[in-house]
Structures are given as C-alpha cells and as structure tokens.
C-alpha cells in the first residue's frame, strides 16, 4: 500500500483559505488523478494528470487547481472559491497497462 | 454521456445468502468495466474487471450489453464482504467514471 502516499490524514481550514493536498506516487506510473468522495454521491473526478506538465480539468474542477512538474507528485490546492470544500479527497494512479487505477488512503479535508 | 448507475444505496443480507449488487451503465461505445471495494479504514481497491472473467473472493460479474448491466454476483455471502463498492466505467484517457455505490452489510 505505500506506493501512494497522501498527506495530511486529516485536514483543518478556516473558511476562506487556500489549501493544499499532497499526493506522491512511486509506482512510475504516468496518470494522476484526483477525486472527491462525498456520501451518497460516490467519487467525481476533480483533475487528472496523464503526464508530466500537463492536466486536464474533471468533472468538478472548479475552485481547485493543480500542478504536476513531477511524475511522483501531484499536489491538489482546494482555493476559497470552492463553495463546499469539507469532502474526502482521494488521489489515485493508473496502470495503463491494464487500466487499474490505484488510490491513496486519502486526505479529510474539514472547512470550518 | 457516460454514466454508472447504483440503484441500491444499502444492501443488507444474511450471511449464506445470495447477493447481487446491480450497477447499469451507459456508453456509446465498447465498454470497459470495473467493480472497485472500500472496505472500513482501507483503500479503494480494485475488485475485478469485466475483461479478465475471474472470481474474486467469490464474486463474478457478467457484462450484459443488451441489458447494459454489469451486475456483481456472490452464491453464499461473508460478513467479511462488507463494504461499500463502487461500479465503474473507464472511458477516454483512462478516466474511470464511478456510480455512487452500494453499502453492502452482511449480518451474521
């Protein structure tokens, strides 16, 4: 399970602040995503990455942003423009060689 | 569009029974589909996928296009399949679209 790491587990922001969410991967491989998981409303992607220095924009980019000027590392930055950023955020790779996607233990990001 | 539908948010059986989680898909073009498991305080994982036909811990999933279902099937449930999963789709550039998912509760 190491070959994802997300930090923090646990995440505490005052309304208002920008934030930033870390995903590191040693897995080689070349897609990153990133997705929200809310209850009941299963997970939406928010960014994906398929290589380095490029990313396009998920089903629910707005009010996040994202970078990738590693292949490891694809940090997410929940800004204040996301109206409802209190969520489960999981970060996930993809072995394109047999289309398996593999998550992160995932950040819990708490707005108050 | 694509879309993955979960019509069971809950699903409690008793341990021994059948069980089948329903997922409906739709795509316009050749599908590729997944069933990933979250169990309590672990990672989403992969379960299985519709390519490879294979049992995993019991489980089988049929892709039915004239039903556009990929339905996830067990003869005798565990309480150790409890769990919430996820169905899904995978799409262009290795995107995966997910349906909301099913909490599958298996009492003893």
């Known amino acids: 399970d190491g070959g994802i790491t997300q930090s923090p587990k646990y995440l505490f922001r005052k309304e208002g602040q920008n934030v930033t969410l870390s995903c590191e991967q040693n897995?080689?491989?070349?897609?990153m995503y990133w997705y929200r998981q809310d209850p009941g409303q299963g997970l939406r992607l928010i960014y994906y990455?398929?290589?380095?220095?490029?990313?396009q924009k998920g089903d629910i980019a707005e009010g996040y942003s994202v970078s990738r000027e590693k292949k490891e590392s694809f940090p997410l930055t929940v800004t204040s423009a996301q109206k409802n950023p209190t969520a489960f955020y999981l970060c996930?790779?993809?072995?394109?060689?047999?289309?398996?996607?593999?998550f992160g233990p995932g950040t819990r990001l708490t707005v108050l | 569009a694509q879309r993955v539908t979960q019509p069971e948010k809950l699903l409690s059986v008793f341990k021994g029974a059948p069980v089948e989680l329903k997922c409906n898909y739709s795509?316009?073009?050749?599908?590729?589909l997944f069933w990933y498991v979250q169990y309590s305080r672990q990672r989403l994982q992969l379960l299985l996928r519709?390519?490879s036909r294979e049992s995993i811990k019991g489980f089988t999933a049929d892709l039915n296009k004239g039903e556009t279902s990929f339905h996830l099937k067990k003869p005798f449930a565990q309480e150790e399949d409890s769990a919430m999963y996820y169905c899904?789709?995978?799409?262009?550039?290795?995107?995966?679209?997910f349906g909301k998912g099913t909490l599958l509760t298996v009492n003893p």
């Open positions: 795509y316009s073009g050749s599908p590729e």
């Open positions: 519709h390519i």
């Open positions: 990455s398929q290589i380095v220095n490029d990313f």
């Open positions: 897995l080689n491989h070349d897609a």
């Open positions: 996930a790779t993809n072995s394109r060689r047999y289309n398996e996607q593999f």
């Open positions: 899904a789709l995978g799409g262009s550039n290795y995107k995966l679209t």
